[in-house]
């Protein structure tokens, strides 16, 4: 019996057949699984074109039943390659897409980045066995916002105000002023995101990526610290290249060493990035070698 994605698409495709853009966009997603010999999923969002990030655009719940349509009928023995650009999103939902692709693959997963996976995507990939990326590449910081507000700031804010308050008892007032404007509870709320998000990327660094070394308690901190900590990297949205990548202790291995799995991917990469450009209202791509996907559309 069809399942979800199989229902969703036949209701999105009755009476209409494939364009060129996901003719041709399937094709090259083909060429690459002829050459690697490993499933492919496609988890692309079009935020760059859209100009804003609406959830459809983001990490969301909904995904899951997206990754569920891709993923069934495939040889999972094969294990997956997973393509990312998006902006990033919900904590729980990134969590919920590593657990099931982990259940479906076990630590067989590599994924790819040809030019951006911030955030939740950055939580993604580290779920994975290795990255790939490119010059142009870039991966982001891991720690929670709250809307256009940093967990970790609120939380330095509040220790300054403590030290100064300390130090100065005339200053409380100021700081009485600045933190009547934070709702009860809000200083815990980020307190824990910052935790949840810190403890998932650990373990599934410990247990993937690492899972084989005798120090993989170490490499998975010194990394955790690297990424979530706006202390250092200043603004949530900041790039971080391959190369820095790489000095975190990531496993990283450049595109650039081999030059047809460079092509392949950068080509899937400009397809979908002429899909979204030639689709005004698509919001999401997640799609397989075998053109079985979901596209997820918006106003």
């Known amino acids: 019996m069809p399942n979800w994605g199989d229902v969703l698409n036949e209701i999105q495709i009755v009476g209409q057949q494939p364009g060129p853009v996901d003719l041709v966009r399937r094709k090259y997603t083909k060429e690459l699984h002829k050459y690697t010999k490993r499933n492919i999923i496609l988890y692309y969002s079009g935020w760059l074109q859209r100009g804003d990030s609406p959830i459809q655009s983001m990490i969301y719940d909904g995904d899951i ?5 891709a993923v069934n009928n495939m040889d999972t023995s094969l294990g997956l390659d997973l393509i990312l650009h998006t902006p990033g999103g919900v904590t729980s939902a990134t969590e919920a897409i590593v657990s099931y692709l982990r259940k479906k693959f076990d630590r067989d997963i590599r994924c790819f980045i040809p030019q951006l996976a911030m955030s939740g995507g950055t939580m993604i990939a580290c779920a994975s066995k290795e990255i790939f990326m490119g010059k142009q590449s870039s991966i982001g910081p891991i720690d929670p916002q709250f809307g256009s ?3 970790l700031a609120v939380i330095d804010e509040f220790k300054k105000a403590t030290s100064e308050i300390a130090k100065n008892p005339a200053s409380t007032p100021l700081w009485q002023s600045i933190f009547a404007k934070i709702p009860p509870g809000f200083l815990v709320n980020c307190q824990q995101a910052v935790d949840l998000s810190q403890t998932l990327v650990k373990e599934w660094l410990i247990s993937g990526m690492f899972y084989q070394s005798k120090n993989a308690e170490a490499e998975a901190r010194k990394i955790v610290n690297a990424l979530n900590n706006h202390r250092d990297t200043k603004a949530h949205d900041r790039h971080i290249d391959s190369v820095q990548a790489i000095e975190m202790g990531l496993k990283i291995n450049m595109l650039e060493k081999d030059q047809k799995l460079q092509d392949l991917v950068l080509t899937v990469h400009h397809a979908c990035m002429h899909t979204f450009s030639q689709s005004p209202n698509l919001h999401k791509i997640v799609e ?12």
């Open 65 to 69: 039943n997206c990754f569920m349509a």
């Open 149 to 151: 507000m940093a967990a």
């Open 288 to 299: 397989n070698q075998m053109g079985v996907g979901t596209f997820i559309s918006g106003n």
